[in-house]
């Protein structure tokens, strides 16, 4: 940037075609070149308030920050206002936000909280830096091409051994050195894998976050878990180090919810078993390796097989309002031989493979909904903060302020139900959560995807038109309004998630409970 200095006066001269100059945030920049190419128009620039004027406020209101990061943006500076300092400093990157409410409680300044130790702390930092530096650009790019997320992320994340980090706390985490060595695996616990899942929520980008191992995330542990040891070491090493990625193939057009309603159907064979049928909306079906697939076996039990693509395996893009990078597929196996060994759990209990991932995948699913929740309660504040309407800042309106109110008061809540469930799994084994915690993990997960709803209605509302735009001010708000629905119905619909909640709960009622 240039280090000319001018006063006030001297850039006012520069206020005609051909030589146009403004101030934003005490900086001046020539737009005489780009007046013509500006996308907002021409016309706008050369009203007397702004040609030659400090633009900072009328800027502020139609463009985001970043609009002034672009280099061929940078490259209009000529200089800084004699005497005035840059007002408006964006956070650094991997840094804290210091709007309020745009951080959990436990980072924020001057608040406590009883469940994060220092190599929380020091993870949080070094996973959002490794976010916004690795992910963030990667992603933006995938939603705009819609191509799958790049092998480069992927080795990346490989890396750090950010794949097997995010399948939790665990066995596999054993001797591998996590994120450089600032946890330790015998450190690692479900609120690291929260801050994973707040922080990787903020790239908003919500079919590029699915598509980042989301079919991993749920295809892999049933493999871990059940799978034989000869398929699981050859199958978690190739995972986690980025090279293959996993998908889960239960649901049909079919059946949903009702897993029990399959009907892809695995004939015996001579050593194994010939597979037919068809799956629906497979996150990471178009891309992925291998398919933990739920099948129908002759005798009608439900068995659950590893399938590796290969002849028989088609699979093909679902259009969906997320982007295409999610890789949601339809899937038909066609007469697909698969070895014995490739049986996870027994033949016939099925099920309770199934049932065994839900928990983990629903509660993954709220820490993200959350994490997203949150960057829009900060994208609002800051936009009511620096839109003028009628000569005020939008949050002197009331209605606006009531908005807000109902915003954060649902992003507490749910990130305050949130941790104490994950305390809860911290403190016990995983049979127990699968009693314990699978009611109030259904009922957290259906709470936070409507309050998300809410949220997403309200933030439109107060965007305006720039809420259902795909691009400027109020672009976080259109995608996270368009995308909020997938958190609301994978991993089970929210009457599905409410009913179960509250079967778990009867269940549990004693017997002598009377008014
Ligand atoms: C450094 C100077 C400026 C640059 C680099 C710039 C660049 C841009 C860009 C890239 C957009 C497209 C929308 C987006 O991506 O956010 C835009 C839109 C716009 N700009 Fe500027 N602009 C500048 C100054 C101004 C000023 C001083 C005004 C004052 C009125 C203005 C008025 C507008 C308007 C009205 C739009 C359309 C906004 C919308 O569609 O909501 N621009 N500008």
Redesign the pocket.
């Known amino acids: 940037m240039s280090a000319k200095t001018f006063s006030l006066e001297e850039v006012a001269k520069h206020n005609k075609e051909g030589d146009l100059w403004?101030i934003?945030d005490s900086k001046v920049?020539d737009?005489s070149k780009?007046a013509g190419m500006?996308?907002?128009?021409l016309s706008?620039?050369f009203?007397e308030e702004?040609a030659g004027q400090d633009?900072t406020e009328?800027?502020f209101s139609?463009?985001?920050y970043e609009?002034?990061e672009?280099p061929q943006?940078k490259r209009?500076v000529v200089g800084t206002i004699t005497g005035q300092q840059q007002q408006i400093i964006p956070r650094a990157v991997g840094g804290l936000s210091k709007v309020p409410y745009s951080e959990p409680a436990w980072l924020t300044p001057g608040y406590y909280s009883p469940y994060y130790k220092e190599h929380h702390r020091r993870f949080q930092a070094a996973y959002r830096k490794f976010v916004e530096e690795i992910i963030l650009p990667d992603a933006q790019a995938r939603e705009e091409d819609g191509k799958r997320p790049s092998q480069k992320v992927f080795d990346e994340m490989a890396r750090l051994n950010i794949i097997a980090m995010r399948l939790g706390p665990g066995p596999h985490l054993k001797g591998l050195e996590l994120m450089g060595g600032i946890v330790k695996p015998e450190e690692f616990d479900y609120f690291h894998e929260l801050i994973m899942g707040q922080e990787t929520a903020k790239i908003n980008a919500r079919g590029y976050n699915d598509g980042l191992g989301g079919g991993t995330y749920i295809g892999l542990p049933p493999i871990m878990n059940f799978g034989k040891p000869a398929l699981r070491n050859k199958i978690v090493p190739e995972v986690f180090g980025g090279k293959k990625l996993c998908a889960l193939a239960i649901t049909e057009a079919f059946a949903g919810s009702d897993v029990a309603g399959l009907k892809c159907h695995a004939k015996k064979v001579d050593g194994g078993w010939r597979v037919t049928g068809t799956k629906k909306w497979i996150t990471n079906g178009t891309f992925a390796d291998y398919f933990t697939v739920g099948c129908r076996t002759d005798q009608g039990g439900l068995s659950v097989l590893l399938i590796e693509r290969g002849p028989g395996v088609e699979t093909k893009q679902i259009k969906t309002p997320y982007s295409t990078t999610a890789g949601t597929a339809y899937i038909t196996f066609d007469d697909v031989f698969v070895p014995e060994e490739n049986l996870l759990g027994e033949e016939n209990k099925g099920l309770q493979v199934i049932l065994s991932n839900f928990n983990h995948e629903r509660w993954g699913m709220t820490t993200a909904s959350v994490g997203a929740q949150r960057l829009v309660v900060e994208e609002c504040l800051k936009w009511v903060n620096q839109r003028k309407v009628f000569g005020k800042p939008l949050h002197s309106q009331a209605v606006i302020r009531s908005k807000l109110a109902a915003m954060i008061s649902r992003v507490e809540s749910a990130q305050n139900w949130l941790e104490n469930i994950t305390y809860q799994m911290n403190h016990m084994k995983y049979k127990d959560q699968a009693n314990y915690l699978a009611g109030p993990i259904a009922l957290c997960k259906k709470y936070a995807t409507e309050t998300a709803q809410e949220t997403a209605r309200d933030a439109v509302q107060i965007f305006g038109g720039?809420g259902i735009?795909k691009?400027?001010?109020g672009r976080f708000i259109e995608h996270y309004h368009r995308t909020v629905p997938f958190d609301a119905v994978l991993g089970g619909a929210e009457d599905v998630l409410g009913d179960l909640g509250v079967r778990q709960a009867l269940r549990k009622m004693p017997k002598d409970a009377r008014l």
């Open positions: 403004i934003v920049y737009l780009f500006h996308p907002g128009g706008v620039l009203d702004i633009a009328a800027f139609l463009h985001r609009v002034l672009r943006y209009l720039r735009t691009t400027g001010m």
